[in-house]
T-cell receptor
Framework: DSGVTQTPKHLITATGQRVTLRCSPR?????VYWYQQSLDQGLQFLIQ???????AKGNILERFSAQQFPDLHSELNLSSLELGDSALYFC???????????????FGEGSRLTVL | GNSVTQMEGPVTLSEEAFLTINCTYT??????LFWYVQYPGEGLQLLLK?????DKGSNKGFEATYRKETTSFHLEKGSVQVSDSAVYFC??????????????FGTGTQLKVEL
């Protein structure tokens, strides 16, 4: 158990819909990352938040957005869903001492999104 | 940009065979290097890491040495077990402006170990 909690574990929805994925980081971790894992694209970095602020952006579509709340949990919002958005979405958190961190991330078990 | 290239799988081995999964990287600056493992139905877990050149990371019988001259971080294990069957990801980490950091992953190599 990594200490990172993601909900829901599975989600099935239709094209055009909107979903929200939730992540609770490990206790004490200020930084949250979102990754998308699909068969054809591998593991793609989407976005990083640190203590409520966006810190780095990767291959995140404009239809997607994220935020980190004062209690440090994070949500990833996916809208106008397309078939190609079907994937496993991982949240990860990193240790408190971010600047001196060696970059180790602790991953949740993922949220599997299926768009029909 | 920063990238990681690892050998394609699947790699199929018999139990007790020697394992090598190749990984090379391209990075600006001085990255830290990692191997993560993903067991079926689970999230990624850190297997081992190395933070500077010539460092050797090791865990659970797996080893990898940070080779700056060849920009490589190959994963090895002397005797694999069926329980090692998983997908292995090589990754690098770079500190970003503003104190953030992110991991860049390779495409993953599936390992299947058979009796």
């Amino acid at each position: 158990d990594s200490g990172v909690t993601q909900t829901p574990k599975h989600l099935i929805t239709a094209t055009g819909q909107r979903v929200t994925l939730r992540c609770s980081p490990r206790s004490g971790d200020l930084s949250v990352y979102w990754y998308q894992q699909s068969l054809d694209q591998g593991l793609q970095f989407l976005i990083q938040y640190y203590n409520g602020e966006e810190r780095a952006k990767g291959n995140i579509l404009e239809r997607f957005s994220a935020q980190q709340f004062p209690d440090l949990h994070s949500e990833l919002n996916l809208s106008s869903l397309e078939l190609g958005d079907s994937a496993l979405y991982f949240c990860a958190s990193s240790p408190l001492r971010l600047v001196s961190s060696t970059g180790e991330l602790f991953f949740g078990e993922g949220s599997r999104l299926t768009v029909l | 940009g920063n990238s990681v290239t690892q050998m394609e799988g699947p790699v199929t081995l018999s139990e007790e065979a020697f394992l090598t999964i190749n990984c090379t990287y391209t990075a600006t600056g001085y990255p830290s290097l990692f191997w993560y493992v993903q067991y079926p139905g689970e999230g990624l877990q850190l297997l081992l890491k190395a933070t500077k050149a010539d460092d050797k990371g090791s865990n659970k019988g797996f080893e990898a040495t940070y080779r700056k001259e060849t920009t490589s971080f190959h994963l090895e294990k002397g005797s694999v077990q069926v329980s090692d069957s998983a997908v292995y990801f090589c990754a690098l980490s770079i500190l970003l402006t503003g104190g953030g950091n992110k991991l860049t992953f390779g495409t993953g190599t599936q390992l299947k170990v058979e009796l």
